[in-house]
């Protein structure tokens, strides 16, 4: 049996891809290229160039009819390109997905793992944010992946299958051994653009917006470890193989870290100080998003290990450094 793995050249992706192998696992990579990298799937998986959108090609990777589970990461991801694309991110996000569950069900798939995010909660009154919230985002991303864990609740409810939709908080980090990373050029987020900024790619980090009702005026995420974000991936497939009925599960620590508090901790790291400017609040940014993480500990055992925000921040910078070198060889 093999899983098949969307999106397993991305960033994300690929931390999965490298933990089944770990695990003995037999692996089917399909992804699109667009953000990820060829080099970022290692030798040996079965890698299918292809976009998830196209109904043919996901016919054919299914049709040996040992497909065990489906781990779908292949995405748009971006927020604010989200506030300005809504209907492209709805057909990569949605309508995309809806293909790929279509394919799934046709093939007899019996489990499914989805990417979702905490985006689906929007603003929230009560923080931490458990996944009986009210479920309101603001941004068309957060939308875009609501409308695929709905369509995934109904399905199973239809279907032979089980799926498990898991909520990420703010991913970063990379791989303790220093196989992956984040590695687009362009990425936007946090923890990366800072790291590219202390190491000299970028000019200054921007810190979107100082007027938010916290603490120190800038936003509260909560960043969970790449590693431990995949360790709760495994937890939820062998969960789903023992019988485990659908769920959805939120993955953060239940503590959250401001802007400037992240920007604190890549000082503490490089030892220096990071230049930044202020700039406007970025369209569909909550001021606080923290996860209520119960349910995973308790329903599928997960029991994260690099909680600590200077080990998330130094295996981050570990890989910029690693990746400029990998860049300048290739
Ligand atoms: N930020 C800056 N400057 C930057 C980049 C980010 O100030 O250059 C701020 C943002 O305004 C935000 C915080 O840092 O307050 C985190 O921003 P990210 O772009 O790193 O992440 P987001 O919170 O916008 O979004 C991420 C993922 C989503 C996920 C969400 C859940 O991209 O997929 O976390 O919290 F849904």
Redesign the pocket.
């Known amino acids: 049996m093999t899983i098949v793995v969307t999106g397993g050249a991305g960033y994300i992706g690929s931390h999965m891809v490298l933990a089944l192998l770990d695990a003995g696992e037999d692996v089917t990579v399909i992804d699109n290229l667009s953000t990820g990298f060829r080099w970022a799937v290692p030798d040996g998986v079965r890698f299918i160039h292809g976009d998830i959108g196209d109904e043919a090609l996901l016919k054919r990777a299914l049709s040996t009819g040992d497909c065990e589970a489906i781990i779908h990461f292949a995405g748009s ?1 971006v ?1 604010p390109d989200s506030v300005a694309d809504p209907l492209g991110y709805y057909l990569n996000n949605t309508v995309k997905t809806r293909g790929l569950i279509a394919a799934a069900v046709a093939a007899g798939v019996p489990h499914f793992i989805f990417s979702s ?3 689906v909660y929007g603003i929230q009154d009560e923080m931490p944010v458990f996944e009986t919230a009210r479920l309101d985002p603001i941004s068309p991303y957060g939308t875009s992946k609501l409308m695929s864990e709905l369509m995934l609740r109904d399905t199973a409810a239809a279907h032979d299958i089980t799926y498990a939709a898991l909520r ?3 991913v970063a980090g990379a791989d303790p051994q220093g196989r992956s990373g984040q590695s687009s050029p362009r990425a ?3 923890i990366k ?1 800072a790291a590219q900024a202390a190491l000299g790619d970028r000019p200054y ?5 100082r007027d938010y009702p916290t603490p120190d005026g800038t ?1 509260i ?1 909560d960043y969970i470890h790449v590693t431990d974000l995949i360790a709760a991936h495994m937890a939820a497939l062998n969960y789903l193989r023992a019988g485990g009925r659908s769920d959805v599960f939120n993955c953060g620590y239940g503590k959250g870290y401001s ?1 400037l508090e992240v920007i604190s901790a890549v000082e503490r790291a490089t030892n220096h100080p990071l230049v930044v400017r202020d700039g406007p609040p ?1 369209p569909g ?1 909550a001021p606080m ?1 923290v996860a209520g993480a119960k349910k995973v500990r308790e329903r599928l055992g997960w029991a994260p290990e690099h909680e600590d925000l200077d080990e998330i921040v130094a295996s981050a910078l570990h890989w910029e450094n690693r990746l400029k070198t990998k860049l300048a060889v290739s």
């Open positions: 991801i927020v995010t905490a985006a990420y908080f703010n936007t987020h946090l653009v980090l921007e810190i979107f917006g936003c995420r802007v970025r940014d998003l």
